[in-house]
């Protein structure tokens, strides 16, 4: 039971490469989130998928887009990556969009020079 | 911006002295979870609140929800270097799942 997986682990972007970062779950849960953390800032959320075939923005979502593939799969792409989106993103899932706890994947940290 | 914010953002204390962390959201919150997240590592649940004024505890840990629900506290007695790492509190708008800034613990021996 891998629980929460993310990949890659590590990446390093040139400024405008494109990328999707990978996040699959074996927990059969409904809600998945996209988080950045960077020094100071906290989690601040980019994207969040409530159930399968939906998406939503949350605080921070320019410059990326996402795919609920299917209910295990929920994608991170980076079209044109810039400097400031070099951080450590985080993969999460919860059995649904209520009142339990969230599942953390590994992380990927991301730099683009 | 952020709508969940905590103090203090760092936090050094000597072996043995207490630690308090603080979370207040400008919404009310249908609940508040606490998370700690080791250097390196990732978020991982501690615990959740859900009543107005709630207090749970977890052996030196005593989490409370104010209550409003906006705001709640976590509270460490005679800290160990084992509970190095930050501290997020994190609360739910609807299908938001929104995270505090942290609060960052280092224990010094």
């Known amino acids: 039971n891998a629980g929460v997986t993310q990949t890659p682990k590590f990446q390093v972007l040139k400024t405008g490469q494109s990328m999707t970062l990978q996040c699959a779950q074996d927990?059969?849960?409904?809600?998945m989130y996209w988080y950045r953390q960077d020094p100071g800032m906290g989690l601040r959320l980019i994207y969040y998928?409530?159930?399968?075939?939906?998406?939503d923005k949350g605080e921070v979502p320019n410059g990326y887009n996402v795919s609920r593939l299917n209910k295990r799969e929920f994608s991170l792409r980076l079209e044109s990556a810039a400097p400031s989106q070099t951080s450590v993103y985080f993969c999460?899932?919860?059995?649904?969009?209520?009142?339990?706890?969230?599942?953390f994947g590994q992380g990927t940290r991301l730099t683009v020079v | 911006g952020q709508q969940v914010m905590q103090i203090p953002q760092y936090q050094h204390v000597q072996e043995g002295e207490d630690f308090t962390t603080y979370c207040n959201s400008s919404?009310?919150?249908?609940?508040i979870q606490w998370y700690k997240q080791r250097p390196g590592g990732h978020p991982v649940f501690l615990i959740q609140?859900?009543?107005?004024?709630e207090v749970k505890k977890q052996k030196r840990l005593t989490f409370q929800f104010g209550e409003a629900k906006k705001n709640s506290s976590l509270h460490i007695t005679a800290t160990q270097t084992t509970d190095v790492g930050t501290y997020f509190c994190?609360?739910?708008?609807?299908?938001?799942?929104?995270f505090g800034t942290g609060t960052s613990l280092t224990v010094i021996p």
């Open positions: 999460a899932t919860i059995p649904q969009a209520g009142y339990t706890e969230a599942f």
């Open positions: 927990m059969n849960h409904n809600s």
């Open positions: 998928s409530a159930s399968e075939g939906t998406t």
């Open positions: 919404t009310t919150l249908s609940n």
């Open positions: 609140l859900v009543k107005s004024g």
């Open positions: 994190a609360g739910r708008t609807g299908n938001q799942f929104y």
